[in-house]
């Protein structure tokens, strides 16, 4: 996802050693853009969306419950299920 994030925003998106983005350049460049959110978007989402669904997996397999919740709203309004 990193590499993805750099290609598509720059090497400032990172600091060198770091490995989450630089939350604030991040930022400048999505709100206020909706091209640069979509992008950001279509990189974050997927690999997020897989992470919750192997945890919903994990938490089926290890006890019965009737309902798991997941607070994911700004992927829901982006039009993702």
Known sequence: MQKKIVSVFGDDSYEPGVRYAEPEYVASLVFGNRKNLLALDSI??????????????????????????????????????
């Open 44 to 81: 974050v989402h997927p690999p997020v969306l897989k992470a919750v669904d192997e945890e919903i997996q994990t938490i089926e397999k290890k006890q019965k419950t009737g309902y798991i919740v997941v607070e994911a709203a700004l992927m829901f309004e982006s039009g993702l299920k």
